[in-house]
């Protein structure tokens, strides 16, 4: 803490805390609070001045919460960290196979920072099993699945096996985020139902190497090229890894080396594509947040 506190104020409804000393330099704003007592500490803080807890980050609800956790170790027997604050259990990637987990996962994978099973730090989101609803963004309508149904709604969806990749991919993902993911073989009928994780169903064209997107409200189908395809899909991984708009547009804007014209088509490839009508009104308001802002920043048009 950089100098003792003599006010405090906490903005009425938020988390921003508002504190100053008799001298008028020493006025701080603290957005982050201590995940055991509710202190304000500084975002990178590493001991509560109050509690004297010892403070670690969480990558499924500090960034929400406005808070850190409390530090602690993972089970020496399993490895799995369970954090104070939300309770959400983490395994290293790689530990243990999905299919041998009992545990069950966030399906919200483009609204929620533990969607879809995997973190950016190469852990498994782990929910208890039969949990109804996620701790973490309490959706009413998309439901946690079982960890074993992992595997299977991946085999049955060829956006989300090449969204996901492989476990290698995800390992080298913050290395090199503007590599488009290669798109595995197969996947040639045109699934039933849409997928659960994303809400699509894309699939490859007979006899040829174009990817058949189905678009939601009974247009023509569109047809895209792999290399296209491949660019949906990394504008729609950057959305599943990143909660941060910020990170998503550092990401998408090297992928695309700012071309307004070319992102507008990826969002509306990424929307028009999307036939669950609750995954598809989360990427609308990402995907219009993240063309327009990037618009603001770099079109022709800006000051």
């Not at 003792?4 to 704003?29: M, N, P, T, W």
């Not at 701790?135 to 956006?159: M, N, W």
Request: aromatic fraction near 6%; proline fraction near 7%; glycine fraction near 8%.
């Amino acid at each position: 803490m950089p100098h003792a506190l003599s006010y405090i104020f906490r903005r009425s409804g938020g988390h921003i805390f508002l504190c100053a000393s008799e001298k008028a330099d020493q006025k701080v704003r603290y957005e982050t609070a201590c995940g055991h007592c509710g202190y304000p500490i500084l975002a990178d803080q590493s001991h509560c001045p109050r509690c004297r807890r010892e403070l670690e980050t969480c990558p499924c609800c500090n960034s929400l919460r406005h808070v850190r956790s409390p530090r602690h170790d993972p089970d020496p027997e399993t490895e799995i960290k369970i954090c104070e604050v939300c309770g959400v259990q983490r395994a290293p990637f790689g530990s243990r196979k999905h299919n041998e987990l009992d545990e069950a996962f966030c399906t919200n994978i483009f609204g929620c920072p533990v969607g879809g099973l995997l973190l950016p730090t190469g852990e498994f989101a782990l929910l208890p099993r039969g949990a109804s609803r996620c701790p973490i963004c309490e959706h009413t309508t998309l439901k946690p699945l079982a960890v074993r149904s992992f595997g299977d709604q991946l085999k049955s969806c060829i956006f989300c096996r090449t969204c996901f990749g492989s476990e290698d991919s995800w390992k080298r993902r913050r290395k090199d985020r503007t590599t488009p993911p290669e798109l595995p073989a197969g996947f040639q009928a045109e699934p039933g139902e849409p997928c659960l994780l994303c809400g699509r169903r894309d699939h490859r064209a007979k006899d040829s190497k174009e990817i058949v997107v189905p678009q939601y409200d009974g247009a023509a189908d569109e047809r895209l090229e792999t290399d296209d395809y491949r660019a949906v899909v990394s504008v729609g991984r950057a959305l599943v890894q990143e909660m941060s708009e910020a990170l998503v547009e550092a990401s998408i804007f090297r992928l695309v080396n700012y071309d307004h014209d070319l992102l507008s088509r990826i969002a509306g490839a990424l929307v028009g594509g999307t036939h669950d009508p609750v995954i598809r009104k989360i990427l609308e308001g990402r995907t219009r947040h993240l063309v327009d802002h990037l618009h603001r920043q770099y079109g022709p048009d800006r000051q």
